[in-house]
């Protein structure tokens, strides 16, 4: 086995891990992390694609590697929203939770 | 018979292991840091597959400031209020979401290994436009990131721009125009200051290397301006600088600066080059670099205000 089909084996575990995480987790900043999990994954994977387009003198192919260093960024800027987006929800709520059977109580779901 | 393959699988292992860690872990803090790692394990595995570009874009971005984000979120959350035990999933959920996530993995790892042969690259185009247009950049990465795909780049700043915009765009209308809060609340230890004293201006100077350098070799505008970001993060840290108000001229001409100068550069390049993002041969390096230095700004800018989050009220002394 080669090490970049190695590579992408192992990009391959890391989406389905990132996806066990994201569904499971309560929390939403652990959704959070899975998902970036995920992504990292996905990136992985576009990487080997990289490696087997290696043509023109070139070990790997440019076009994807830079598509990932400008997915990388893009990813962190989407997370940064989330954070946001996560906190924001918190400091208006009493719970920190995306379950939609607590929002969908009467009161919000606030039993103090 | 050589010690790679097995350092190769090693390696592979450590990674998922690290990721099963962070999955698994059973508090919030000790998830990011297992994620910190696991970025920088995931660096090694980008140099094995000869991008180092990507390695050190995964160290910084994808570890480094991801964590910085995550960990500063967890605390800001923690002082908001104690996040309550939330309902644990059963377990025949946990066997369905398993068995799902496995079934996702393993379709993925077929077509990892029924990949066509032989594969389509873009290579020879790009290796041409670091000849052409991009003409005596050495690494062909930047050459892609700058010349052939120039548009996408220029597009990714406004991304960055957009997401500043819309994390303030969150915040209390009372806090309007005021700085986020702190990186941190609590006074600094005074080993955390003094690491800063140390490696800030250290980290400055590597960070503009890394962005020189990667006209030629790995490194780069992305890369660069990241690391400039971490040292203004870590100074924020600790309290050795303050989180500028959002309604700063010079913060917001800062963040428009890179795609800004791109802009107009590319526009310019329909005049005198003849199309939209093309460069003049005998200037193009140059003026990549010129566009690449405000990129540099405008990354180093936006990194630690998305870090920093929406304006909040003063609520410290």
Sequence with gaps: ?112 | MSLRPFLDVILASLVLGVAIFTITARDLFAAVVGYVAYGLLLAFVWIRLYAPDVALTEAAVGSGVTGVLLITAGKRLGALKDVAPDRQPGLALKLLTGVLAALVASALGAVILMLPDPPPSLAPEAAAAADGPGAGLGNPITAVLMSYRSFDTMLEKIVLILAVVGVWSVGADKAWGDAPAPLRQQKAYAPMVFLAQMLAPVGALIAIHVFWTGANAPGGAFQGGALLAAMWMLTMMARLAQPPRVDAQWLRLALVAGPAVFLISGLAGGVVAGSFFAYPQALAKPIILFIEAFMVLSIAVALPMLVAGPPSERQDQ
């Design chain 1, 1 to 112: 086995m080669t090490p970049s089909v190695l590579a992408g084996l192992t990009g391959a575990a890391l989406v389905g891990l990132g996806l066990y995480g994201l569904i499971l987790h309560p929390h939403p900043l652990r959704k959070l992390l899975a998902f970036n999990l995920i992504g990292s994954g996905v990136f992985l994977v576009f990487g080997i694609v990289a490696r087997r387009g290696a043509a023109a003198g070139f070990r790997f192919d440019p076009v994807p590697q830079a598509m990932v260093i400008t997915g990388i960024v893009v990813a962190f800027a989407a997370s940064a929203i989330a954070v946001a987006l996560i906190l924001r929800l918190a400091a208006e709520s009493s719970h920190v939770t995306l379950d939609p059977e607590v929002w969908s109580k009467p009161n919000g779901g606030d039993t103090q």
